[in-house]
């Protein structure tokens, strides 16, 4: 069970990485709107990055909770992502069935608290709060690890002070994060922020 398990931590992660690529920001389109196969999750996804951007990473919708749409839709978004992806697991690996229950929740405590203490999510997700201070919000797609970020090649580190201490995104011995973050990102280099970059198309509005 812990191999499904591990196994089905690794493949959230990546549909993190693709939900919030492709569902949330949708695709561009030359001189036409974002396109996303699911609209409603879209538009509530960029509500968020304004609210953000206003308030220096907070996110006050989550103190109203399921009061707030975006809030509701968020974990109703969850909701019918353990509801597919658990019950198609389960014949395969009840450890992969369990880590989608696992990873809905975990995503949602990270996502809820990093939005609600800016300062926590600085040191612990840097990530994710590059993805939306950063100029470019068209990358750092992971929230909760940045594994696929790593793979993919859309880490992009605004500032040294905002980079993790190795592509895992959890503690680990001194010398070992160092090792491990030379060997990564030899094969798997990050980039650095444009900080020239033009405002993000959402602030527009």
């Known amino acids: ?12 992660n990546g549909f993190e990485w693709v939900a919030h690529k492709y569902l949330l920001h949708g695709t561009h389109r030359t001189g036409k709107p974002r396109w996303s196969p699911s609209p409603s999750n879209m538009k509530s996804h960029w509500e968020h990055h304004r609210e ?10 989550y103190v109203e909770g399921l009061k707030n749409w975006r809030t509701k ?5 969850l909701a019918v992502a353990v509801g597919v992806f658990a019950p198609l697991f389960y014949p395969v690996s009840k450890g992969m069935s369990l880590a989608v229950l696992y990873a809905a929740g975990n995503y949602y405590y990270i996502h809820r608290r990093a939005h609600l203490e ?8 840097p990530w994710h709060y590059d993805h939306h201070m950063n100029s470019n919000q068209d990358a750092n797609w992971c929230v909760t690890k940045p594994w696929f970020d790593y793979l993919l090649g859309t880490r992009v580190i605004s500032s040294p002070d905002l980079q993790e201490k190795n592509p895992l995104g959890i503690p680990l011995p001194a010398l070992l994060s160092k ?10 280099p990050v980039q650095l922020a444009d900080k020239k970059a033009v405002a993000v198309e959402e602030l527009r509005s």
Do not use: C
């Open 1 to 12: 069970m812990l191999k499904g398990f591990l196994v089905g931590l690794v493949v959230a």
């Open 179 to 188: 090792a491990l973050n030379q060997a990564v990102t030899r094969f798997f």
């Open 73 to 77: 839709n968020e974990v109703m978004s």
């Open 118 to 125: 800016p300062d926590w999510a600085m040191k612990k997700i």
């Open 52 to 61: 953000v951007r206003k308030t220096a990473f907070e996110d006050y919708g």
